[in-house]
């Protein structure tokens, strides 16, 4: 199947930078949507942002501006550079992927780990 792996998480110092990596292995035979959700003690998951085809993207309100999601097709990576990050950007952050794993007949939803994102002086 496939599998989502991300790094990059840690403390910051409100105002800081953070640069999450997540890559994608297994049976890829083709990506179509990859990106980043977030989830805070007491929050559902939400959208932070995600990349379709390569080059559209997806920002959440609250990180328009301050935050960049980029992709690498040839690596099977997405990427978020995180810049001015706030307190109440604090949570544990999941990649995800929208994968067709060359074993299913279609594309399927897969998640990472998740790695957490600490932002406090």
């Known amino acids: 199947q496939v599998q989502l792996v991300e790094s990059g998480g840690g403390l910051v110092q409100p105002g800081g930078s953070l640069r999450l990596s997540c890559v994608a292995s297994g049976s890829i035979g083709s990506i179509k949507t990859m990106g980043w959700y977030r989830q805070a003690p007491g929050n559902e998951r939400e959208l932070v942002a995600t990349?379709?085809?390569?080059?559209?993207?997806k920002y959440a309100d609250s990180v328009k501006g301050r935050f960049t999601v980029s992709s690498d097709n040839a690596k099977n990576a997405v990427y978020l550079q995180m810049d001015s990050l706030k307190p109440e950007d604090a949570a544990a952050y999941y990649c995800y992927g929208r994968i067709w794993a060359r074993t299913n007949l279609d594309f399927s939803e897969y998640w990472g780990q998740g790695t957490q994102v600490t932002v406090s002086s």
């Open positions: 990349v379709t085809d390569g080059v559209n993207t």
